[in-house]
């Protein structure tokens, strides 16, 4: 009955304790202050701004996100197909609410959005819904070709105008490019980690130490 249906939540996902929300939130935005900084990246504003060699500002450009997360399942209140089933999940109900440690182990950063990605565990990968990959198939078509889990991650912002389900395509289309066996261009060592381009305004840092977030199991309601 509609009832039932109301207790199904917006999302379900990892929420990052407020401690090293403002930690990955330091680290992104002085990730985005050193990138715009780079010649390489200068080269190539076009990408962003649609005109050549112009000053862009990346901290202005993207809009950053509070309430840090990792969704697992977009469940639209009962309205996304397989909503329902994950809910009701053991595995879902077993850990809700419980603490994991999420491993940041990237950032990346695309002319749309701004994200990191979150490399799971095997014990994560059992709240992570199969279908979750392939649901991304009609964006980006190597999608479900790649392992459980890759569309894992946090948004940390999204340009003006662009919704967050954009973040988990961009970090598809990445790895999906790494499949495809492109290496990108390594740009430069960065303090961080080390800078690969990869083309149409798409850049990914690989960090040097994973940071460890501490996250909750839990859902939203909007
Ligand atoms: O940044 P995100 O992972 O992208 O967190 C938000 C959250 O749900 C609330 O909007 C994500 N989201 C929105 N629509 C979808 C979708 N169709 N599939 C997967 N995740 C989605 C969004």
């Known amino acids: 009955g509609p009832l039932e249906e109301m207790a199904i939540p917006l999302y379900f996902g990892w929420f990052l304790l407020s401690s090293v929300q403002v930690k990955v939130g330091c680290t992104s935005m002085d990730f985005l202050k050193t990138l715009d900084t780079l010649e390489a990246f200068k080269k190539h504003t076009s990408d962003f701004t649609g005109k050549e060699e112009m000053e862009l500002d990346l901290e202005q450009y993207f809009e950053t996100k509070g309430n840090l997360h990792c969704t697992t399942k977009f469940c639209d209140y009962g309205k996304a197909e397989g909503a329902k089933e994950y809910a009701e999940k053991q595995t879902v109900k077993d850990f809700y609410s419980s603490v994991f440690e999420l491993s940041l182990s990237a950032l990346f950063v695309t002319p749309r959005t701004v994200g990191a990605r979150v490399s799971l565990t095997e014990e994560q990968l ?4 199969g279908d979750a990959e392939k649901e991304a198939e009609s964006v980006v078509p190597a999608a ?3 392992p459980l889990g890759s569309r894992a991650h946090v948004t940390l912002g999204c340009a003006e105008g662009v919704d967050p389900v954009q973040t988990g395509l ?8 790494q499949q495809e066996g492109q290496q990108g261009e390594l740009v430069e060592e960065m303090e961080l980690g080390s800078l690969t381009y ?11 130490e994973p940071i460890c977030a501490p996250a909750c199991f839990s859902s939203y309601y909007k």
């Open 144 to 146: 479900a070709s790649l």
């Open 170 to 177: 961009d970090l598809l289309e990445i790895l999906a490019l």
């Open 126 to 129: 059992l709240l992570w819904p």
């Open 198 to 208: 990869y083309g149409k305004g798409r850049w990914l840092l690989s960090l040097r």
